[in-house]
């Protein structure tokens, strides 16, 4: 976007309202998670199946 | 003897009785054809001309309409050029009648033994045909032409008809006028042009084709042998003088364009606007002859600079497949700023930017940012983000496993940074734990239409709805204007052949999203440009930016969506065949939104 901003001021982004606060907050069981093992299957999983794998994604 | 003397008679009486019949016959069906053919009002078709496509600060983009034509009265057309073409087409214009006897004689003696057509139709001949008939070469058309050129000299002065003929009559190259065809063959306006310019105009109007040099030496060989017999033509009738023609040099004439007015991306940019302007209910009359007059929101420098981006740096494609797509709109407003629909509109008609799809891939995971920051979620909350995990999909009721790209470990890693490096091992439970409908909600609040299917589910956040380019740059205007959603347009304004308006656009505007919930999704996606997937491209912007990479499943869609409180852009490279990879192009291993499409976003 160089070129077509080009000789349009350079305007800041409005500060970070820091929804939740600043500090850390952790989350890390915030679902609940099954054995990692699973997705690594090779074969189908047994009841209950697993759903489509989304593979890569960035 | 007396057989032969008689059938002598016979002979003479038979012919008598044909020539005279065939003369009361004709004259029956030249009176019948004077009192039925109806001659359209001439003026509205020499007033017609195409539909003007405007950038916003008023420079021509391109034209909608069967011909290329720009009407000019008479007067503004040189009398050496009007001489010329005098010269060439028809010396007594002024001084005969609306026919030549003599050459629709030889045209239906030729016509009659299946001969090509022959010339010698009159100036006002000549227009009647233009303007009113169809190419096809008949006796019956022929006659209605010598029909309607009567007629016409009965309604209209020579003056009146010459400047109609001069306005429609065909030079080539697509264009159609004395004023198109001196912007097209050596880019000046009429009145500017030289004798010598004036010469060649009047030569190639015989044949056009046949005397462009653009085809071949031998053609411009041809013109010149033309040319030289104009010049000769308006010496002989005092027109010039012999030592004004004798100075004349052939001029230089442009090259031809070897495109139609669709050809290249701008095609795509008139194809969408005639599409608006049919859904905004201008008919295909209006459009192909109306004259009117379109301002768009495209900005000439922000265009250009799309294509010029695009062009330098999309790598070659070797399966000759690949498709690449820009849209910029301006945040608050909705306006169109450029758009990249393709390459080339003759060779696929299908809008990169507003018809095709494609998976977006993580394009989508501030929708699910955004559930989160309004559910009081903070940027700063930590997550686990080591791959592979599995997730129990309270919805489907189904262990749901998701992976990192390159299966990278972000072990306790907080939501700002999951954003930055688009882990999705956070982006899963982050959706499972806001809610996948809330996500699509946000998403639709953003812009991203109705017709894009979602489906409530952990994996919504990584995109694998499949939107169009304009969809997700319209969502991403909205985060750069703070939370307004505006409804994407091109067109601004539109006026008629008389300038008055027709249709004047109104921004369609509304507050979707609170500013502090904005304020710090923007803080979350600067991070994709500074330290994260799309930091590398963008090491040398010189702005505050933010966005979000997009790769999809096997690489086969990369998007880069960014934005500058000024504007915001999506670019994105897909092929025809979703299920091919982009991997190999421009010699990369793995292409993903954070290469060339937030390469071209940097450029543009």
Do not use: C
């Amino acid at each position: 976007m160089k070129n077509a901003l080009k000789g349009q001021p350079v305007l800041p982004f409005p500060p970070a309202a820091n929804i939740g606060g600043t500090d850390p907050v952790p989350m890390q069981n915030a679902v609940p998670t099954l054995d990692p093992a699973l997705a690594q299957s090779p074969t189908p999983i047994p009841h209950p199946a697993p759903a489509k794998t989304p593979a890569k994604k960035k | 003897m007396i057989d032969r003397e008689n059938l002598r008679t016979w002979f003479i009486r038979g012919t008598i009785f044909t020539l005279g019949g065939g003369f009361v016959l004709f004259s029956f069906l030249f009176v019948y054809a004077y009192f039925t053919v109806h001659i359209p009002d001439p003026n509205a078709y020499v007033n017609s001309q195409a539909t003007v496509i405007e950038y916003a600060d008023g420079t021509p983009i391109g034209r909608i309409g069967a011909e290329d034509r720009v009407s000019v009265p008479l007067a503004s057309v040189p009398l050496n050029l009007r001489h010329a073409i005098m010269a060439a087409e028809d010396k007594n214009f002024y001084n005969e009648h609306a026919f030549s006897p003599t050459g629709i004689i030889r045209a239906l003696y030729h016509n009659l033994l299946g001969g090509s057509l022959q010339g010698g139709s009159t100036i006002t001949q000549q227009y009647a045909k233009t303007a009113f008939l169809t190419p096809q070469r008949s006796i019956q058309r022929k006659i209605k032409e010598i029909v309607i050129a009567v007629k016409l000299e009965q309604q209209q002065s020579k003056d009146q008809i010459f400047e109609n003929y001069l306005n429609t009559i065909y030079f080539g190259r697509g264009s159609y006028g004395v004023q198109t065809a001196s912007d097209v063959f050596f880019n000046r306006h009429v009145d500017q042009l030289t004798i010598s310019q004036d010469a060649v105009l009047a030569s190639v109007l015989n044949a056009p084709g046949y005397y462009d040099p653009a085809n071949g030496p031998q053609y411009l060989a041809r013109l010149k042998a033309r040319w030289q017999y104009v010049l000769d033509g308006m010496v002989k009738e005092n027109w010039i003088t012999k030592q004004q023609a004798a100075k004349q040099v052939f001029p230089d004439i442009q090259p031809r364009v070897a495109s139609g007015s669709l050809a290249g991306p701008k095609g795509y940019v008139i194809s969408w606007v005639e599409n608006q302007l049919q859904t905004l209910g201008f008919t295909q009359d209006q459009l192909q002859q109306g004259g009117l007059v379109v301002k768009t929101t495209l900005e000439k420098q922000a265009q250009e600079a799309a294509v010029d981006a695009v062009s330098k740096r999309t790598p070659v494609d070797k399966q000759g497949n690949l498709r690449v797509a820009l849209v910029s709109i301006r945040p608050g407003t909705g306006e169109v700023v450029a758009m990249y629909g393709g390459q080339d509109y003759l060779k696929s008609q299908l809008n990169n930017a507003t018809q095709a799809i494609a998976e977006a891939g993580s394009s989508f995971k501030p929708f699910a940012l955004i559930a989160a920051l309004q559910q009081g979620i903070s940027l700063q909350s930590v997550w686990d983000g080591t791959s592979p995990q599995v997730f129990f999909d309270p919805g489907s009721q189904t262990p749901y496993s998701v992976f990192n790209y390159g299966s990278e470990q972000f072990p306790n890693v907080s939501l700002l940074n999951a954003t930055a490096h688009s882990v999705n091992t956070v982006f899963v439970p982050l959706t499972i734990k806001v809610g996948p409908q809330n996500v699509i909600d946000v998403a639709r609040q953003a812009g991203i239409p109705q017709s894009v299917a979602m489906v409530a589910g952990p994996s919504v956040a990584l995109g694998v709805a499949s939107p169009h380019v304009i969809d997700l740059a319209t969502a991403y205007a909205t985060f750069a204007a703070q939370g307004i959603y505006a409804k994407p347009y091109i067109i601004s304004e539109v006026l008629g052949n008389n300038q008055g308006v027709l249709f004047q656009s109104q921004v369609q505007a509304q507050k979707v999203f609170d500013p502090n919930v904005m304020a710090d999704l923007t803080t979350a996606l600067q991070g994709v440009t500074t330290k994260g997937t799309a930091a590398a491209a963008l090491a040398d912007f010189p702005r505050p930016s933010a966005g979000k990479t997009g790769t999809t499943t096997d690489n086969a869609a990369a998007w880069f969506n960014g934005y500058t409180p000024q504007l915001a852009t999506t670019v994105a490279l897909f092929r025809d065949d979703a299920t091919q990879t982009l991997n190999g192009i421009g010699g990369l291993n793995a292409v993903t939104g954070g290469s060339f499409p937030a390469r071209i976003w940097s450029l543009i």
